[in-house]
């Protein structure tokens, strides 16, 4: 059972591509399925979640912007991506049990919440997961810099990074197998040997905020359910 004294809140950081599974674009329902379940037994215990996820499995901002499309609508375009993640992952979390709030840093009243921070706060006091959508609302910012904003705002005592590796590594495991994982590491050191946990104003905002981040694979059945039992899962960078 996780231990709510250790971690209170947490702000849980999915990226758009974690809901594809096997599929090349969109939503795999049994993959959002799975993730609800995971966060359904630690909001089960106490745990208050925050979530912010991506959109990039439906489309990706600057990407577009090297095709040739305006930064500005593209980045935009992917806001919206990340609103129809939140409303699925919201759709999957219910099911598994679990109220969910979707609170959208752009106006969308017809579908989910605007984001007001004090009014996100009561949502998770009250035992309610709070999805963050939208980003910050502003282009150029990624959405881990949303993570990292969202989590300082609401007070998170820990912002959780889940990714398709166990950790940060001294390279790239997928394409390096001779890399090694560290356990623990700075956030100066994940910048200046630029190890990609997250974007540098994501990082940056983190370290000035003393925000710790605990990197996880999410795809390891029990990986977060674990770490908030106070297992050593993951690289926790501090």
Known sequence: MADPARYGRILLKLSGEALLGSQDYGIDPEVSSRIAREVAEVANDGVQVGIVVGGGNIFRGAGLASAGMDRITGDHMGMLATVMNSLALQDALERAGVTTRVMSAISIREVCEDYIRRRAVRHLEKGRAVIFAAGTGNPFFTTDTAASLRA?????????????????????????PDATRYDRITYDEVIEHKLNVMDTNAMVLCRDQSMPIRVIDLNVPGALADL????DVGTLVD
């Open 152 to 176: 300082i705002e609401i007070g998170a005592d820990l912002m959780i990074k889940a990714t398709k590796v166990d950790g940060v590594y001294t390279a790239d495991p997928m394409t390096h």
């Open 228 to 231: 908030l039992d106070g297992k």
